[in-house]
């Protein structure tokens, strides 16, 4: 190891590089310290030895928050190929005291929040502020972005200009080739270099660097005093040359004289390969963890074992990859090294090689595999012994008894609510969702289930969730009284009814029994007051969804159902004189609201409330003041429940098309009886009488209403699949045929007077296979067969 003659060793790396880290290892195994310093939060000194213990395992994140406000946070992450996870590592196998020596997290944390209220009062008008938990390496990297942007100071990215000064377009491929592939320290050259450096640039842009460095140095002169020169000290080669500085004890001390203060909670939180990488947006991230994990742990051989790796990804996604593959493509990517003049092949070899022998000159596997290995889903695990707020450990004791198991890799969940255990994953689900822990989001069924008793949940888990958990800790200290207490906070905040009626949804579904009553209540006074018909009807959907996941729950739902029927009422009273006189936009979204009435109105089980809805839509679909959309909306509804037959649809059609509507008017009613993805493009095929309605309707408008009315029919009939528009082509083209029947056998179109037997039983064996019936479990239509039942039904029973 090159250090001074005298001092402390100054250790200077990049964060997560792992040449830094072999290096680290490397000079502190021939220096043997006494002490080693870290760049990292001093309030974080009393948790490094939990990083011995057998539970913890990188990546890791140290995680500082203010105690009064969990979400000003910031993180501090480790990886198992970090350098100062690595010393770390060796100070505890070797019994030697660890101190971080960067500035408090107690400061920036506090200087942060300074700057981002002095920005809201700089621009009070932009619409998001830009919300940072310190997803950075180190945490003052986000600040100092913040500040160098307010100042209009441009960042000086060390690695950056060290590779381009070299010759080097690719930062990444100068770092492997300078460091990662070479033995030996290169702490001296790159001291040097950062020093050069920061005699042209000074603080290049990191303006809060200058604070911290003046923080380190007097830590390090403590440590000089207690322990003389056997210091190591591991922190960025940034900070090195002015680790080196002679500056006086009082001038470091001047410059963080008055510096505000927050009273701060420190504990370890698990991380992920995924937020270590740069494209996260982290300030410190690399462009590749999964990688780098690799070269780090590599006991030898490290292109060939990557590329064992890649190809058991592969197969593991059905592509044929011999070991005659993966042979070929080692030798290619120590060609392609030697070629380029790197000292062993890197990143960029081992994919031009993966490509080009692995995938067949396809792109589309490296995605795959940049996600899966040279990124990674990792995730560490921190011990039981981390310090942690009160509802984390609820969290995780649930977590544990459910076997629900944290990961960072995409996960989706099927559950039976049925069964306890899941009903129990989804109550805690979705009590976590109240308190804004979105660990899981809900999905659609992989299995392609609508019942009540299936849900379906897409759950991966962030770090910054251990963010959400500790700000949700205020509500309380487990899950199940932090959602109650959320859920009674939130029915008395909100302003809407439809908001109102979307908790009672959710207490019911997150099992929130003691909530419910203060949320009915409110409920109740809100319903009463509220005379809009939208909002009625806009909160009429979620409170029936209530009442059946309160069904499936087993849940007392009975002031549910008496404010459901309540509201639907009022919502029957209320429609039909809301529905007038409106103009396209809000007929548009009143439309909506009676779709949405609709689908609940069909969940009731109450046979009178469903005749009184089809009344109320049989007045709005023959009221002329109401608008087309609407009326055509209805007349849909009313046809496909059979209360209208063919005739009473056709009559209504025709006095909506007739010569004194209005163009635009009739379009609107066309778009609400055959437009929206409810089917009426197959209601115009297999009905030619509506169809030749609308056809000759069209072809009579004039051409200035034409040119009025195209965009909203293009809208129309877009919706409808390439099939059916083919179809109604076909249909339009040939002419009238007598309502939908064939000139020929006088039956439907399409359709012989006779069955065709011979296409009937081509058939057979797809539905012998679809049944899982016996040969002759489904015998042919036309054969004779006499012995047994040979019917389809027969083969069904």
Same mark, same amino acid.
């Given at each position: 190891?090159?250090?001074?003659?005298?001092?402390?060793?100054?250790?200077?790396?990049?964060?997560?590089?792992?040449?830094?880290?072999?290096?680290?290892?490397?000079?502190?195994?021939?220096?043997?310290?006494?002490?080693?310093?870290?760049?990292?939060?001093?309030?974080?000194?009393?948790?490094?030895?939990?990083?011995?213990?057998?539970?913890?395992?990188?990546?890791?994140?140290?995680?500082?928050?203010?105690?009064?406000?969990?979400?000003?946070?910031?993180?501090?992450?480790?990886?198992?190929?970090?350098?100062?996870?690595?010393?770390?590592?060796?100070?505890?196998?070797?019994? *030697?005291?660890? @101190?971080?020596? =960067?500035?408090? /997290? $107690?400061?920036?944390? +506090? %200087?942060? #929040?300074?700057? &981002?209220?002095?920005?809201?009062?700089?621009?009070?008008?932009?619409?998001?502020?830009?919300?940072?938990?310190?997803?950075?390496?180190?945490?003052?990297?986000?600040?100092?972005?913040?500040?160098?942007?307010?100042?209009?100071?441009?960042?000086?990215?060390?690695?950056?200009?060290?590779?381009?000064?070299?010759?080097?377009?690719?930062?990444?491929?100068?770092?492997?080739?300078? *460091?990662?592939? @070479?033995?030996? =320290?290169?702490? /001296? $050259?790159?001291?040097? +270099? %950062?020093? #050069?450096?920061? &005699?042209?640039?000074?603080?290049?842009?990191?303006?809060?660097?200058?604070?911290?460095?003046?923080?380190?140095?007097?830590?390090?002169?403590?440590?000089?005093?207690?322990?003389?020169?056997?210091?190591?000290?591991?922190?960025?080669?940034?900070?090195?040359?002015?680790?080196?500085?002679?500056?006086?004890?009082?001038?470091?001390?001047?410059?963080?004289?008055?510096?505000?203060?927050?009273?701060?909670?420190?504990?370890?939180?698990?991380?992920?390969?995924?937020?270590?990488?740069? #494209?996260?947006?982290?300030?410190?991230?690399?462009?590749?963890?999964?990688?780098?994990?690799?070269?780090?742990?590599?006991?030898?051989?490290?292109?060939?074992?990557?590329?064992?790796?890649?190809?058991?990804?592969?197969?593991?996604?059905?592509?044929?990859?011999?070991?005659?593959?993966?042979?070929?493509?080692?030798?290619?990517?120590?060609?392609?090294?030697?070629?380029?003049?790197?000292?062993?092949?890197?990143?960029?070899?081992?994919?031009?090689?993966?490509?080009?022998?692995?995938?067949?000159?396809?792109?589309?596997?490296?995605?795959?595999?940049?996600?899966?290995?040279?990124?990674?889903?990792?995730?560490?695990?921190?011990?039981?012994?981390?310090?942690?707020?009160?509802?984390?450990?609820?969290?995780?004791?649930?977590?544990?008894?459910?076997?629900?198991?944290?990961?960072?890799?995409?996960?989706?969940?099927?559950?039976?609510?049925?069964?306890?255990?899941?009903?129990?994953?989804?109550?805690?689900?979705?009590?976590?969702?109240?308190?804004?822990?979105?660990?899981?989001?809900?999905?659609?069924?992989?299995?392609?289930?609508?019942?009540?008793?299936?849900?379906?949940?897409?759950?991966?888990?962030?770090?910054?969730?251990?963010?959400?958990?500790?700000?949700?800790?205020?509500?309380?200290?487990?899950?199940?009284?932090?959602?109650?207490?959320?859920?009674?906070?939130?029915?008395?905040?909100?302003?809407?009814?439809?908001?109102?009626?979307?908790?009672?949804?959710?207490?019911?579904?997150?099992?929130?029994?003691?909530?419910?009553?203060?949320?009915?209540?409110?409920?109740?006074?809100?319903?009463?007051?509220?005379?809009?018909?939208?909002?009625?009807?806009?909160?009429?959907?979620?409170?029936?969804?209530?009442?059946?996941?309160?069904?499936?729950?087993?849940?007392?739902?009975?002031?549910?159902?008496?404010?459901?029927?309540?509201?639907?009422?009022?919502?029957?009273?209320?429609?039909?004189?809301?529905?007038?006189?409106?103009?396209?936009?809000?007929?548009?979204?009143?439309?909506?609201?009676?779709?949405?009435?609709?689908?609940?109105?069909?969940?009731?089980?109450?046979?009178?409330?469903?005749?009184?809805?089809?009344?109320?839509?049989?007045?709005?679909?023959?009221?002329?003041?109401?608008?087309?959309?609407?009326?055509?909306?209805?007349?849909?509804?009313?046809?496909?429940?059979?209360?209208?037959?063919?005739?009473?649809?056709?009559?209504?059609?025709?006095?909506?098309?007739?010569?004194?509507?209005?163009?635009?008017?009739?379009?609107?009613?066309?778009?609400?009886?055959?437009?929206?993805?409810?089917?009426?493009?197959?209601?115009?095929?297999?009905?030619?009488?509506?169809?030749?309605?609308?056809?000759?309707?069209?072809?009579?408008?004039?051409?200035?209403?034409?040119?009025?009315?195209?965009?909203?029919?293009?809208?129309?009939?877009?919706?409808?699949?390439?099939?059916?528009?083919?179809?109604?082509?076909?249909?339009?083209?040939?002419?009238?045929?007598?309502?939908?029947?064939?000139?020929?056998?006088?039956?439907?179109?399409?359709?012989?007077?006779?069955?065709?037997?011979?296409?009937?039983?081509?058939?057979?064996?797809?539905?012998?296979?679809?049944?899982?019936?016996?040969?002759?479990?489904?015998?042919?239509?036309?054969?004779?067969?006499?012995?047994?039942?040979?019917?389809?039904?027969?083969?069904?029973?």
């Amino acid at each position: 190891m090159t250090t001074p003659t005298t001092g402390p060793a100054l250790l200077g790396v990049r964060h997560h590089g792992p040449g830094s880290a072999r290096a680290v290892r490397t000079a502190l195994d021939a220096a043997r310290p006494r002490i080693v310093l870290i760049e990292g939060p001093p309030e974080a000194d009393g948790l490094v030895p939990l990083a011995a213990d057998a539970g913890m395992r990188p990546p890791v994140a140290l995680l500082g928050h203010v105690v009064d406000e969990p979400g000003r946070s910031a993180f501090w992450p480790f990886a198992e190929f970090s350098p100062e996870w690595v010393a770390i590592r060796w100070a505890s196998a070797h019994d *030697v005291p660890v @101190r971080f020596i =960067d500035l408090p /997290a $107690a400061h920036s944390l +506090a %200087m942060r #929040a300074e700057e &981002e209220d002095a920005a809201e009062e700089i621009a009070p008008e932009k619409g998001e502020s830009e919300e940072r938990e310190s997803e950075e390496g180190k945490p003052e990297e986000a600040g100092a972005q913040k500040e160098g942007a307010q100042k209009g100071a441009v960042r000086v990215d060390p690695i950056g200009v060290l590779a381009e000064t070299a010759g080097y377009d690719d930062a990444e491929r100068w770092w492997e080739d300078v *460091v990662e592939h @070479r033995d030996g =320290d290169a702490f /001296a $050259a790159l001291g040097e +270099a %950062m020093g #050069a450096l920061r &005699e042209t640039c000074g603080d290049g842009g990191h303006g809060r660097d200058l604070l911290r460095e003046a923080y380190m140095r007097l830590q390090v002169r403590v440590a000089q005093r207690e322990f003389g020169d056997d210091v190591a000290v591991v922190c960025g080669a940034w900070h090195v040359p002015a680790l080196r500085k002679k500056t006086t004890v009082a001038a470091d001390r001047a410059l963080l004289k008055g510096l505000p203060r927050a009273k701060v909670d420190m504990t370890w939180v698990p991380w992920t390969h995924r937020r270590l990488a740069r #494209a996260s947006g982290y300030g410190a991230g690399i462009d590749s963890p999964g990688w780098y994990g690799h070269l780090f742990s590599a006991p030898d051989r490290p292109v060939e074992r990557w590329l064992t790796k890649v190809a058991g990804l592969l197969r593991a996604e059905d592509r044929i990859v011999s070991s005659a593959h993966v042979i070929e493509a080692v030798r290619l990517a120590e060609t392609l090294a030697v070629m380029r003049g790197r000292p062993l092949a890197g990143l960029t070899e081992t994919t031009d090689a993966v490509r080009a022998v692995l995938c067949e000159g396809s792109d589309v596997p490296l995605s795959l595999i940049h996600d899966k290995l040279v990124v990674g889903d990792v995730l560490g695990e921190v011990p039981e012994a981390a310090p942690a707020v009160p509802l984390q450990r609820d969290l995780t004791r649930q977590q544990r008894s459910l076997r629900l198991k944290p990961a960072a890799a995409e996960k989706e969940l099927d559950l039976d609510l049925r069964g306890d255990t899941d009903a129990a994953r989804s109550r805690l689900l979705h009590r976590l969702r109240l308190l804004g822990v979105a660990w899981g989001e809900p999905a659609r069924s992989a299995r392609g289930s609508t019942g009540t008793f299936r849900e379906s949940w897409r759950l991966r888990w962030e770090p910054e969730l251990s963010v959400r958990v500790a700000e949700a800790g205020v509500w309380g200290t487990t899950v199940l009284a932090a959602a109650t207490a959320k859920a009674e906070s939130d029915a008395v905040a909100a302003s809407a009814l439809a908001d109102v009626t979307a908790l009672a949804e959710v207490c019911l579904l997150a099992g929130l029994s003691d909530a419910l009553p203060t949320v009915m209540r409110i409920l109740a006074d809100r319903a009463a007051l509220d005379a809009d018909v939208g909002h009625l009807a806009g909160a009429l959907p979620a409170l029936v969804r209530a009442l059946r996941y309160g069904d499936v729950r087993g849940t007392d739902t009975g002031a549910l159902a008496e404010v459901a029927a309540g509201l639907a009422e009022r919502v029957f009273v209320g429609l039909p004189p809301a529905c007038a006189g409106l103009d396209a936009e809000a007929a548009g979204e009143m439309r909506g609201h009676v779709d949405a009435v609709h689908s609940a109105v069909a969940l009731l089980e109450d046979a009178g409330v469903r005749e009184r809805w089809r009344t109320v839509l049989r007045t709005l679909a023959e009221r002329d003041s109401v608008a087309g959309v609407i009326r055509g909306r209805c007349a849909r509804v009313l046809l496909d429940e059979g209360v209208l037959d063919e005739d009473d649809a056709a009559r209504l059609m025709s006095l909506a098309l007739s010569p004194g509507t209005a163009p635009a008017e009739a379009a609107a009613w066309i778009e609400g009886f055959v437009g929206g993805g409810s089917g009426g493009g197959l209601l115009l095929v297999h009905d030619e009488r509506l169809l030749g309605l609308v056809d000759a309707w069209l072809t009579g408008v004039s051409g200035d209403a034409f040119t009025d009315v195209l965009p909203l029919l293009r809208r129309t009939f877009s919706a409808y699949e390439p099939g059916v528009r083919r179809t109604l082509g076909e249909l339009v083209g040939r002419g009238p045929s007598g309502g939908g029947q064939s000139p020929a056998t006088g039956g439907p179109r399409g359709f012989a007077e006779d069955l065709d037997t011979e296409r009937a039983d081509a058939v057979l064996p797809v539905l012998r296979l679809l049944l899982g019936a016996g040969a002759g479990a489904v015998a042919g239509t036309g054969g004779g067969n006499d012995e047994g039942d040979n019917s389809l039904e027969g083969a069904v029973a």
